[in-house]
């Protein structure tokens, strides 16, 4: 079965980075689009970044220039670098792909950015 697994997350002030993994297995993860949503508290869960099979890469206009997805097809695993962390990126971390029109989610890591 399909199960993805997120680590990296925790508290940082702002200004400060973070780099989430996420490890899939139960998928061929190399011709898989994998993405990285988030949901913070009463808010929607949004789209944060996505990067293709192929490594093409698009990202949420809130988060470009600051954050970097990546995949290493080797090791089945995504990542998202956060750089210039700022408290509005406070929220659950999730990692998202979609398997013959199904999404499959990973159980979230919690990103606090304070002072």
């Known amino acids: 079965q399909v199960r993805l697994v997120e680590s990296g997350g925790g508290l940082v002030q702002p200004g400060g980075s973070l780099r989430l993994s996420c490890a899939a297995s139960g998928i061929i993860f190399s011709i898989n689009d994998m993405a990285w949503y988030r949901q913070a508290p009463g808010k929607q869960r949004e789209l944060v970044a996505i990067?293709?099979?192929?490594?093409?890469?698009n990202y949420a206009d809130s988060v470009k220039g600051r954050f970097t997805i990546s995949r290493d097809n080797a090791k089945n695993t995504v990542y998202l670098q956060m750089n210039s962390l700022k408290p509005e990126d406070t929220a659950v971390y999730i990692c998202?792909?979609?398997?013959?029109?199904?999404?499959?989610w990973g159980q979230g890591t919690q990103v606090t950015v304070s002072s």
């Open positions: 990067i293709r099979s192929g490594g093409r890469t």
């Open positions: 998202n792909t979609v398997v013959r029109g199904y999404n499959f």
